[in-house]
């Protein structure tokens, strides 16, 4: 090999064992995930973006990190879903049927977000990436579990 080419293990960061002449066998990336991790709890980083499941997945998963990072922002949108609707619900008592057309304003633009959020979160966890969520993605990180 010319000494301006790199091996692909040096250009990507990640090296396996066998770069080191031994039996192929993950190692660590610098976020404490591996590659088995990762494939292993990727049904379960999913489903914790749906429902309630997040809440179940922190205590079930709690030895993946990729589990546990996906659970753990789950858990925050459920929060600020639970909040929103709370929120509005008291809105409406107070707006009643005749000012109620102002919770268009705070529904709509809302929903979306908050919609936006799990897509988002649902798709980093089926590519297997551990990405935190926009805006809030580093409140999850509060959550000591």
Request: hydrophobic fraction near 50%; charge should be neutral; glycine fraction near 12%.
């Amino acid at each position: 090999m010319e000494e301006n080419q790199l091996s692909n293990s040096e250009q990507t960061g990640q090296f396996q064992s066998s770069d080191l002449g031994g039996g192929l066998k993950s190692f660590p990336s610098p976020t404490g995930q591996t590659g088995d991790d990762v494939n292993d709890n990727k049904l379960w980083a999913i489903l914790a973006y749906l429902l309630f499941f997040s809440v179940i997945i922190l205590f079930v998963k709690k030895d993946s990190l990729f589990a546990k990072f996906h659970s753990k922002q789950g858990a925050l949108l459920l929060g600020i879903t639970s909040g929103f609707i709370i929120s509005g619900s008291i809105l409406s008592l107070f707006l009643g049927n005749f000012m109620g057309w102002l919770l268009l304003f705070y529904w709509v633009p809302g929903s979306i977000l908050i919609f936006g959020f799990f897509i988002f979160g649902i798709m980093n966890a089926a590519a297997g990436q551990m990405k935190q969520l926009p805006i809030i993605g580093g409140l999850a990180n509060l959550i000591n579990i």
